[in-house]
Structures are given as C-alpha cells and as structure tokens.
C-alpha cells in the first residue's frame, strides 16, 4: 500500500467510511467530500472516490475545493486543468452523485476585488468544463485586512458590487443564461 504520510490508502478509505456510515447511522443521509484540487491530484481524487464506492460508502456528492492560484503556480495547464474537471465531474455521473465546484473570491484584499475574483473564476470554471458542474457552491473563507474571515461583508444584496448575497445573485444569473441579476 501506498504510504501517505501518516495513514496507507487502505486506513485513509477505511476512516472515511467509518466516518460517513457513521454519520449517516445518526440520521443525516447526504453525506459529502470537499476535497482540495490541485494539493490533490485528480488522478488520486479518483482512485480514493473509487475505492469509497468499492468499500459501499459512496459520498452523497463531491464538492472541488479549486485553488486556482496553485494551478498557476505549479503552471499546470488549462488543457490539463480543463481534463482533470471534466474526468471528474463524468465519474461523479458514473457513480450517481453530483459534481459541485467552490466558487470564491481569492488572494484579495477588498470585497470589491473578491467580487471580481470569484466572478473570474466562475467564467474559467465555464470555461474549462464547457458549461457547469451540477452543483455551484458560493461561499468565503478570505481573510480581511483586519485579520478576520469577514470578507465579503453579507448584505445587503442591493450592494451589487461588493455584498456576498449579490455575489450568489450574479453567480446565479450567469448559470441561468440571465443577463443581469433578478432583485
């Protein structure tokens, strides 16, 4: 077995079904993963999706945790970036669970720029899947200059240009073919 560090693949499938089942004996019947992409490659993604289907704890989804400034740093390119979303967003419909890509702002210090960032991002996820993944998750985890995860600031929806309400309003517009956001 391949070591990862601290667990073989076989222990890292065999916690996370411990933990999926479990959490599902309680109750709670979707189940998902958010896993990080490029820090994982896709190739590894896969297998480990693979292996959970084989063990009879599939996720309920998987969400892609892209952090697209790493694909620049490691110059991975589009052509490559553009493969890796598209095996797996068909593996997810191969197994009978959706796909979901995070959409944030990123490496920002205004909420202004983390609206253009997250908005940028959306168009190259359309791009390099030619259209979109079954799920669009909008959500923040950017630090203000003040040292706190408040960025981008909630509402109201009205401040089109820096509310993260809005954000989700713009996001939804552009998946909906929708010219401008409903109010």
């Not at 998902?32 to 599939?58: D, K, N, T």
């Not at 400034?69 to 967003?89: E, K, T």
């Not at 210090?109 to 959306?122: E, N």
């Amino acid at each position: 077995a391949q070591e990862t560090g601290w667990l073989t693949d076989e222990q890292v499938v065999a916690a996370t079904c411990y933990v999926i089942d479990g959490i599902r004996a309680a109750g709670v019947q979707q189940v998902g993963l958010v896993e990080p992409y490029p820090y994982i490659r896709m190739e590894s993604l896969v297998h480990f999706f693979e292996a959970l289907q084989q063990a009879g704890s599939s996720p309920s989804f998987w969400h892609l945790d892209v952090d697209r400034f790493g694909l620049r740093d490691q110059r991975i390119p589009d052509r490559h970036v553009s493969h890796d979303l598209l095996w797996a967003q068909s593996q997810c419909a191969a197994w009978g669970i959706p796909f979901g890509v995070v959409i944030f702002g990123q490496r920002v210090l205004t909420d202004v720029g983390y609206m253009q960032s997250a908005l940028a991002w959306a168009r190259q996820l359309h791009a390099y899947l030619s259209g979109w993944p079954d799920r669009l998750i909008v959500q923040s985890w950017e630090v203000a200059k003040d040292g706190t995860l408040s960025m981008p600031h909630n509402l109201p929806e009205t401040e089109s240009e820096t509310a993260h309400t809005a954000l989700v309003n713009k996001v939804e517009a552009m998946t909906c073919g929708v010219k401008e956001p409903h109010a």
